[in-house]
């Protein structure tokens, strides 16, 4: 399962960012964008694509044949999600049972796309699609653009209307996970300099105040007071060891990710 899915993790350059952007006619921060809320970077330490396993999707596309065996997989509910390498174990096992379904019932790389979607992103079938995602971040970069035209979600980007962006691109549960309001947050934080490599979120711990802790307490199903004190602490230490993060009390880059798909 490793090295069937190892690729070039090599990031972006700048240059490729810009010609997208220039493609879409939109601005080039509308891009960066999107990368950070999906995604912040296209693999995993390990050298494979950062990938989502939506179980709704596996249930649906093998016609709920393995509901009751393997619910944690198939499932007409959406969950489930272990978040980081945890996902391709997730993949592998419904690979075993159905590997077209499985690699189209998974999101993938810098953008996540789903690999449903390849036909829209110009391939002729989902092995082919998948082989582009693993290949490197400017083939994850080419899907995006082919799928935006295709969905016709250029007139959002360029017009910045967040809420139509992410409704056709995440579709009608949006607005739960605030991914109109998120984008909006880091194509601010990208147009108004923000250094490429960091997270428009911000470091948060004990004794920060404000709405971003408001919203990490959401993110977190605790009480939204904005304090960040003893009990939100000990709520981020519980969700870190849980998803195998260090546990530090800390929300950093990595938390904020895992909370992102949580």
């Known amino acids: 399962m490793a090295l069937e899915f190892s690729g070039n993790a090599t990031p972006l350059d700048d240059k490729a960012i810009e010609a997208a952007a220039k493609s879409l006619g939109c601005q080039v921060a509308a891009v960066r964008a999107v990368i950070d809320v999906e995604s912040r970077g296209g693999f995993l330490p390990d050298g494979r694509p950062k990938i989502l396993f939506e179980r709704h999707y596996f249930s649906r596309l093998t016609k709920h044949k393995y509901d009751a065996s393997h619910p944690a997989i198939s499932n007409p509910k959406w969950g489930g999600y272990k978040g980081g390498a945890a996902e391709y174990v997730r993949l592998g096992e419904a690979i075993k049972l159905d590997r077209d379904a499985a690699l189209r019932s998974a999101s993938w790389g810098l953008f996540q796309i789903m690999g449903d979607n390849c036909g829209i992103c110009g391939f002729s079938n989902v092995e082919d699609f998948v082989k582009a995602m693993v290949s490197g971040e400017a083939a994850q970069l080419d899907a995006f653009v082919a799928f935006v035209r295709a969905n016709h979600l250029d ?108």
């Open 155 to 262: 007139d959002e980007l360029v017009r910045l209307d967040w809420a139509g962006f992410a409704r056709g691109y995440n579709g009608p549960a949006y607005k739960k996970n605030k991914y109109d309001t998120k984008l909006a947050a880091a194509f601010a934080f990208h147009s108004a300099g923000g250094a490429h490599s960091d997270s428009p979120r911000p470091l948060l711990k004990l004794g920060a105040q404000g709405e971003d802790v408001k919203d990490l307490q959401g993110a977190l199903g605790i009480i939204e007071d904005g304090d960040f004190g003893p009990k939100t602490k000990a709520a981020v230490v519980a969700f870190q060891k849980k998803h195998g993060l260090y546990a530090d009390g800390i929300v950093g880059r990595q938390t904020w990710a895992a909370l992102d798909v949580d």
